[in-house]
């Protein structure tokens, strides 16, 4: 498997599939180098660009330095360093696996969207790859769908659409779209 930029960026073309246009901010959780970020600003006005590793976010910067309607935030996942109820969506694309709380980290989607915002997740399905822990610091191997569908219920989501992608590799990918409703 491909684990780089251009992998998580197929995988982030799945998630625009899903998401409206005419939005006035969307957050990008766990940017990395920024692949998504011009993808994401056909979508929506603003851009915040998320990330907790400084060498990543630097890298997105740099990529980005011309786009003024992009803002750049080091922040864990788990702890978003944003008001609440600021976004209209968020989208962690092959990010959750890298996040030592992902429950925690849904948490803090929900109160950072606004009412009837979404949260878009495309993510590694569970398997047994171990390597993957040394080779590319996975704390998670995956997910099984239940599982991120539970933790998003937890948090106060509503699963609005879910679906499991076969890839040219062993691994499979999941697109889950929650969003935040009253209840």
Same mark, same amino acid.
């Given at each position: 498997?491909?684990?780089?930029?251009?992998?998580?960026?197929?995988?982030?073309?799945?998630?625009?599939?899903?998401?409206?246009?005419?939005?006035?901010?969307?957050? =990008?959780?766990?940017?990395?180098?920024?692949?998504?970020?011009?993808?994401?600003?056909?979508?929506? =006005?603003?851009?915040?660009?998320?990330?907790?590793?400084?060498?990543?976010?630097?890298?997105?910067?740099?990529?980005?330095?011309?786009? &003024?309607?992009?803002?750049?935030?080091?922040?864990?996942?788990?702890?978003?360093?944003?008001?609440?109820?600021?976004?209209?969506?968020?989208?962690?694309?092959?990010?959750?696996?890298?996040?030592?709380?992902?429950?925690?980290?849904?948490?803090?989607?929900? &109160?950072?969207? %606004?009412?009837?915002?979404?949260?878009?997740?495309?993510?590694?399905?569970?398997?047994?790859?171990?390597?993957? &822990? =040394?080779?590319?610091?996975?704390?998670?191997?995956?997910? =099984?769908?239940?599982?991120?569908?539970?933790?998003?219920?937890?948090?106060?989501?509503?699963?609005?659409?879910?679906?499991?992608?076969?890839?040219?590799?062993?691994?499979?990918?999941?697109?889950?779209?929650?969003?935040?409703?009253? %209840?």
């Amino acid at each position: 498997m491909k684990h780089d930029s251009g992998f998580s960026l197929s995988c982030g073309k799945v998630l625009l599939k899903h998401l409206p246009r005419n939005l006035e901010l969307v957050i =990008d959780l766990g940017c990395g180098p920024g692949g998504l970020l011009g993808h994401l600003l056909e979508y929506s =006005d603003k851009v915040i660009a998320i990330d907790s590793s400084e060498k990543m976010l630097e890298e997105a910067k740099r990529n980005y330095k011309a786009y &003024r309607n992009i803002k750049f935030q080091l922040s864990y996942l788990e702890k978003i360093k944003l008001p609440a109820k600021t976004a209209d969506a968020v989208v962690a694309s092959m990010v959750l696996h890298h996040v030592s709380n992902p429950p925690l980290a849904m948490q803090e989607v929900f &109160r950072i969207l %606004k009412e009837n915002g979404s949260f878009y997740i495309v993510d590694l399905s569970r398997h047994d790859r171990e390597v993957m &822990r =040394d080779k590319f610091l996975d704390l998670w191997l995956g997910f =099984d769908s239940w599982q991120l569908e539970d933790w998003l219920k937890q948090s106060g989501f509503i699963i609005e659409a879910k679906s499991v992608l076969k890839t040219p590799t062993e691994f499979k990918i999941l697109v889950i779209k929650a969003t935040k409703r009253s %209840k």
